[in-house]
């Protein structure tokens, strides 16, 4: 159909990319729905009947866009572009769906199954804010109040309309957009129509289905019980299918083949939702927002008593996948999926809830949920039988249930412990006993686990003290994990499952307060352990001058793309059409992460449909070595493997089902050699890359520990996790030839085409100078992009260039996580020499990275890492010393702060120690050992212009330290299960390439006679807003408006021998060369202008057009005064320094390892800022991907610390496992400062780089966690230093806030596992 705007962005429900809405009339309440579902899980037969609406329903830049479009567009909520279609159709399916404008606290909740890893969220929340109408005005002339009877206002539009009407309304029009108030849409240009339902749905009767699908697949969708049941007959093994969310994933990811399916969506018995005095029968095929909503009326109407089921019930679904997945997951598919990590099913147990079971002959049976689940995903039905319904009976006076769960990330994510309790309290001679009590966790053993012995022991027991520390005692004999178990976090999950009994004491005892006889009070200080989480909508804030020069530079103007990106208009690399013959590309991945091939049989794939060919490293028609610095990487392996996933070879086929089925098929026999999997390992077995060690120093580290300078000396080891890039846009790229093979050209989704064009000549053994790879815009990189995508480009360009037909290699999300390398793990030893003041006086330090299978670009990064492993401290006495490790993953590679951030991490971890060893805070010991000007580091390079104190005394200021200092310390010591910390953390980052001759740049500026500029260089646009910046330097240049300056697309033959886009220095250098090549134009113009005859730009050029002048440059610049030499480790690798600094402040639950951060404030030296709204969207952007890195975001591989994972693999390769921050993570305040009046002379218009350097801020999240764990181990009594690795996920933190529930299991310095 030629609908692009819905982007693929993981196929597994996890990322909202691809979000459409589905409206549908509905027969029971005579009313149209409109939902938000993920387009990757809905069949195609599954909307029969249904009206989709994908994001081109919307606005264009044609016709005008939907308010929601121009508000994204225009508060900067838009960068590489690939989630925004999903966010426009989230945020628009809410508005068509409610009936009133939606609370802010909605619009957050209805946007949590979205990812966006650019934008840090905060702009898309502060664009969206304005629909929740807390002033009418702002919105929409009319005030909802005023609307005549009947006449319902679309919450989207703010005109009449009938898709939230009570009766549906004759015209079934929703009227012209009009301009709505809101002062900064001008909705003035949407002149399309809003879509309606269309009538001709209204009036279909829905009619039954049996249709013919891909791959042999019968569909069938039955409109009765009896119809259910007899095709159940028929086909014994069809599966009964509602929201597809598991079955989709089983099928997809699981590979699992299932012939038949019947859809029971359409079934009236099995959507029964209804309540008599008994309780509340919920059928199977109810929806979870359908029974969300409905035990929300319930709770309102019935008495309190009644709904305690029901109200953890409406608990826990709200922390139950996202909306897009709650409006279509079943609670039958939830309960016969029978996961031991469901959120419900713990709850259906405990709550004494019963499933009713039909037969093929309709006889119906009941069984108590507690005994309906017999193993692992196995449920007590028969083949003949299914599940009808779900009973849920009131819960008695003084009977509480409450859920729990604690999951990796709070929002969207699937538990890693769950549990459901129950307990009935019957008051007998004066004291409350336990009459009756369930308690079941899910995640702690294949089944929802019910704890048989603790409720034995329970029952009859007082409600007291005494009968909790008795009940653990017992509870750790019923929960019993094994050391390899499947998901291993074990101490963790043993010690969740106490914390939430202990929870649920301290809730109940609170429920109970006041009745007679009940002694238990709770002291106040542990009330807050039982509070729900409470999220205040975020607050953004925004603090820059704006300092202009010329006609654009200095202004914030919106991204050059951000009117296409709302649209869905912006192409990326899979969007390009499929020429006829088009082909598409699957890879052969190596299943063992080091072995020799002893054979490969590939008959099956060459007999499996739409097959074309297959190509293995013999077939390569140039040189199979390829590496961006050293060729030590084969494009198909030949020999050898050395990590798993390593590419074999490849298929091509007609399509991208039939290219992987293919892929699949062929077999290859293994000789296994022995693996290296950690650091450590590599470091036991000397396995290095060959002269990959380095040095750096300065003073004499020996004479400083050996003199008695140093009142103390330190030693100790800091872990640093790696991470996923999650770009939106996984890895592309679309090869195909001309004039029958004798150029080659390429789209990729790539930070680098020069490098794409390089391998892809390389390989096919052509010259670079018939390759030509060009880039719109790519869907994110963060330096994923950069070397890593021209391997795929290669395997790509192999069977293009011998078919002679295009080839199109879009990566899956698993295959992508699992093999394109990611942020490398370090692992740094220092001993470190202090006074005991503080001040810090030698530092002997080890660093080694993890540079997986090849060297790729892990040297430079590990040099990037030795360079800022001093951060911002003067330190007179450095020895640094790197070593890249070989280990048999995937090779490791450049990642935002390319090292920089690992390096500054591993000194803060020891200056943090050292402020514990010395009594004092970490920032005062910051701040005694800050450098300044003229300071020399440890490479030689001299520190000028550094404005470090003026940026850390102004945070100090503004986030008013000590006051908040006092503040949370007061808050600690009236919460016993709560702590708060606070921190801040400053950052120096080096700007420029270190590797001399990349820091290169050229540029192409052409100029037409109607006075408009084609801009063409050589950085990409990932979303950064490069383009943005340029055509704002070239508008100013010319002296004209920003509309008149067009970026089309970076390309080789354009702009030769670019440098990746990458080292933050982009803008710097492409904006030099563009500014040459615009000063060329200009002084050829000269003459004519001096004249100053012209009017106008228009004039001057059809004036200089005429008189025969040249209007198109070439400019070119260079980075002057950089350069080091390893042989004496002295130079000077940077131009200057990006400074800034951060303050956070935390809350964690200390029996959960929850947490989230309350307040950010992050303020950065960016000189004259050229575009101050782009920039702070890098930083805001940044720093939650900080976050992410620093607390959230944990990679598991196959490894000595994970048996349970096969050896090599990664285990976290997809949004379901692997949780980057979602919109629930942004701190709740959170403000960006930018230094004033600080211009910079050494970078263009007087500006700094932005995009790595506030990277590593997010690190103050993490010593603020930390900060809150000290005060929580105070409280047990440990008060000496613990190492904490990041993440510092909720395990970390939990087991780090060692007390009563951590210590039967782990001791009060346990370091959870880490892939290093
Ligand atoms: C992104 C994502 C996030 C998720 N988050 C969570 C989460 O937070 N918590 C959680 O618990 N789960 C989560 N899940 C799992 C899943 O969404 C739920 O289990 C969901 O309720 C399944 O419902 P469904 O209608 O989509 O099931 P389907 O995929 O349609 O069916 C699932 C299984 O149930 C069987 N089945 C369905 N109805 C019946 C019936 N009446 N009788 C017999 N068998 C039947 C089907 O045959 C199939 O085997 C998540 C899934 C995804 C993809
Ligand atoms: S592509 Fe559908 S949710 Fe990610
Ligand atoms: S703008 Fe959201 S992923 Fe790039």
């Not at 699908?213 to 009765?224: E, M, S």
């Not at 019910?450 to 409720?455: G, V």
């Not at 890879?587 to 992460?593: D, E, R, Y």
């Not at 720093?1183 to 994970?1202: P, R, S, Y």
Request: some cysteine; charged content about 20%; glycine content about 8%.
């Amino acid at each position: 159909m030629g609908l692009t705007g819905t982007k693929l962005g993981c196929g597994e429900g996890g990322c909202g990319a691809c979000t459409v809405m589905v409206s549908y009339f509905d027969q029971n309440s005579k009313k149209c729905v409109h939902q938000a579902i993920n387009a990757c899980l809905a069949p195609l037969y599954s909307v029969e009947g249904m009206h989709v609406i994908t994001v081109e329903g919307l606005g264009n830049r044609k016709f005008g866009l939907h308010p929601v479009q121009e508000t994204l567009a225009r508060n900067h909520g838009s960068q590489c572009g690939f989630c925004t279609p999903g966010f426009i159709m989230s945020m628009y399916a809410l508005l068509r769906s409610n009936k009133t404008p939606p609370t802010e606290e909605q619009i957050e909740e209805s946007l949590a199954g979205n990812l966006c890893r650019c934008t840090g969220y905060r702009p898309i929340l502060d664009a969206f804010r304005v629909f929740s109408k807390t002033n009418d005005l702002l919105y929409t002339n009319n005030s909802v109040s005023s609307q005549k009877d009947c006449e319902f206002v679309c919450p989207s539009t703010g005109e009449p309309c009938s898709c939230g009407s009570k009766t549906v309304q004759k015209e079934n029009v929703c009227h012209d957009y009009k301009p709505v108030s809101y002062n900064e849409i001008d909705g003035s240009s949407y002149t399309n129509k809003e879509i309606i339902f269309p009538p001709q749905l209204l009036m279909r009767k829905p009619s039954s289905l049996s249709l013919n699908g891909f791959n042999g697949i019968k569909w069938h969708r039955p409109l009765l019980l009896k119809h259910v049941l007899e095709l159940k007959s028929r086909f014994p093994d069809a599966k009964l299918v509602v929201g597809n969310t598991e079955v989709g994933i089983e099928t997809r990811l699981k590979k699992l083949h299932c012939p038949v399916f019947v859809s029971v969506t359409h079934v009236p018995e099995l959507n029964i939702l209804s309540s008599n005095e008994n309780g509340i029968e919920i059928g199977a095929a109810v929806r979870l927002s359908e029974l969300q909503k409905f035990l929300k009326k319930v709770i309102e109407e019935r008495s309190c008593d009644d709904t305690s089921s029901c109200r953890a019930i409406v608990k826990q679904i709200k922390w139950f996948a996202g909306t897009q997945i709650r409006n279509v997951a079943s609670v039958g598919g939830n309960i016969c999926t029978a996961s031991p990590i469901s959120d419900l099913n713990p709850l259906w147990m405990a709550s004494r809830a019963k499933f009713k079971i039909v037969d093929s002959n309709g006889n119906i049976r009941t069984v108590v949920a507690e005994n309906f689940f017999l193993g692992y995903r196995k449920v007590d039905l028969k083949e003949n039988e299914i599940l009808y319904s779900v009973f849920l009976p009131w819960t008695r006076r003084f009977e509480h249930v409450k859920e729990f769960k604690q999951a990796h990330r709070r929002e969207d994510d699937i538990a890693l412990v769950n549990a459901g309790m129950r307990v009935f309290l019957e008051e007998k001679d004066q004291k409350w006993i336990v009459s009756d009590a369930c308690i079941v966790y899910g995640g702690v053993a294949p089944v929802s686990l019910l704890t048989e012995k603790t409720r034995d022991y329970l029952i009859g027991k007082p409600w007291n003290k005494e009968m909790v520390e008795n009940a653990m005692e017992i509870l750790k004999q019923d929960v019993v994990i094994s050391e390899d178990a499947p998901g291993g976090m074990v101490e963790f999950r043993k010690s969740l499952t106490l914390s939430f009994f202990f929870k649920f004491f301290l809730w109940v005892s609170h429920e109970m307060n006041g009745q007679d006889f009940f002694k238990e009070t709770i002291p106040v200080s542990h009330l807050s352990a039982i509070e729900s989480y409470n999220r205040p909508s975020v607050m953004g804030s925004q603090d820059y001058e704006i300092t202009k020069q010329g006609t654009s530079v200095g202004s914030p103007e919106v991204h050059m793309s951000a009117r296409l990106q709302v649209t869905g208009e912006a192409e990326y690399t899979d969007d390009t059409p499929m020429p006829p013959g088009g082909l598409h590309a699957a890879m052969i991945l190596s299943k063992k992460p080091h072995a020799r091939l002893l054979s490969i049989d590939d008959s099956g794939a060459r007999s499996s449909p739409g097959f074309a060919g297959i190509f293995f490293a013999k077939d390569i028609p140039g040189d199979n070595a390829t590496g961006p610095i050293v060729e030590d990487e084969q494009v198909f392996a030949s020999d050898v493997v050395t990590c798993v996933g390593q590419v074999i070879g490849v298929v091509v086929a007609d399509t991208h089902e039939n290219a992987k089925l293919a892929a699949r098929k062929v077999v290859i026999e293994y000789e296994v050699l022995p693996p290296i999997l950690s650091i450590k390992d590599a470091v036991k077995s000397n396995s290095f890359f060959p002269n990959s060690n380095r040095l750096l120093g300065k003073g004499d580290v020996d004479l400083c520990f050996r003199s008695n300078e140093c009142d103390k000396i330190i030693e100790g080891e800091v872990h640093v996790g790696g991470q996923e890039h999650f770009y939106l846009e996984p890895q592309s790229s679309f090869v195909w030839t001309m004039d029958g093979g004798n150029e080659v050209h390429l789209i990729s989704s790539t930070q680098a085409p020069q490098k794409h064009q390089k391998y892809v000549a390389h390989v096919l053994g052509l010259p670079m100078s018939k390759v030509v790879c060009k880039v719109k815009r790519i869907g994110g990189g963060f330096g994923g992009k950069e070397t890593r995508s021209a391997f795929f480009a290669a395997v790509a360009a192999v069977p293009a260039y011998i078919l002679n037909h295009p080839v199109k290699l879009t990566l899956d999300r698993d295959i992508d996580m699992m093999i394109s390398g990611q942020r490398h793990s370090f692992l740094g030893k220092y001993k470190v020499g202090f006074t005991n003041e503080g001040k810090v006086l030698g530092l002997d330090l080890e660093l080694y990275n993890n540079g997986g299978n090849s060297l790729d670009l892990s040297q430079a990064i590990l040099e990037r890492a030795m360079y800022h492993s001093n951060n911002v401290y003067e330190i007179p006495n450095v020895r640094v010393t790197g070593s890249v490790c070989f280990t048999n993953y995937p090779s490791n590679t450049a990642f935002r702060g390319f090292g920089g951030p690992q390096g500054m991490l591993i000194t803060e971890n020891w200056i943090q120690r050292i402020a514990m060893e010395v009594k004092k805070s970490p920032e005062e010991i910051r701040e005694m050992n800050f450098m300044g000007d003229g300071s020399i580091l440890h490479y030689g390079q001299q520190i000028q212009d550094c404005t470090l104190q003026r940026l850390w005394e102004e945070l100090k200021k503004s986030c008013n330290f000590l006051k908040i200092r006092s503040e949370v310390d007061e808050f600690n010591l009236h919460n016993r299960w709560r702590r708060r910390g606070i921190a801040m953390v400053p950052t120096k980052f080096g700007i420029s390439f270190t590797t001399k001759f990349m820091n290169q740049a050229g540029a192409l500026v052409q100029v037409y006679t109607d006075g408009t500029v084609l801009v063409t260089h050589g950085g990409v646009e990932m979303g950064q807003g490069l383009h943005t910046k340029v055509a704002q330097i070239a508008a100013s240049a010319f002296e004209i408006p920003l509309s008149a300056v067009f970026i089309s697309e970076t390309s080789t033959d354009k702009v030769p021998n670019a440098s990746p886009t990458a080292a933050s220095a982009s803008s710097d250098m492409y904006g030099a060369a563009v500014l040459d090549a615009c000063n060329q134009i200009k002084t050829r113009m000269e003459p004519i202008a001096s004249k100053k005859k012209h009017t106008s730009f228009e004039e001057l050029v059809n004036a200089c057009y005429f008189e025969r002048i040249d209007l198109s440059a070439h400019g070119f610049h260079i980075v002057p005064d950089i350069g080091f030499d390893w042989t004496t480790g002295k130079g000077h690798p940077y131009r200057y320094f990006t400074y800034g600094a951060a303050f956070a402040e935390v809350e964690i639950d200390t029996l959960t390892g929850d947490f989230h951060t309350r307040s950010a404030d992050v303020i950065l030296d960016l000189g004259f800022s050229i575009n101050p709204a782009i920039d702070v969207g890098q930083i805001e952007g940044a720093f939650v991907q900080g976050m992410g890195w620093v607390a959230l975001e944990e990679l598991k591989w196959g490894d000595d610390a994970h048996k349970w994972i096969q050896p090599g693999f990664l285990f976290t390769s997809g949004p379901g496992n692997y949780k980057i921050p979602s919109v629930n993570d942004v701190p709740f305040k959170f403000k960006v400062s930018l230094l004033k009046d600080a211009p910079n002379d050494k970078a263009i218009h007087s500006s700094k780089a932005v995009g790595e350097p506030p990277f590593f801020l997010a690190s103050s999240v993490f010593f603020a966690i930390k900060d809150a764990i000290i005060a929580a181990r105070a409280e047990s009594g440990f008060h000496g230093w613990f190492p904490l690795d990041n993440p510092a996920t909720p395990e970390r933190i939990r087991m780090a806030c060692a007390d009563e529930f951590t210590a039967p299991f782990a001791k009060s310095d346990f370091r959870p596992k880490l892939s290093v």
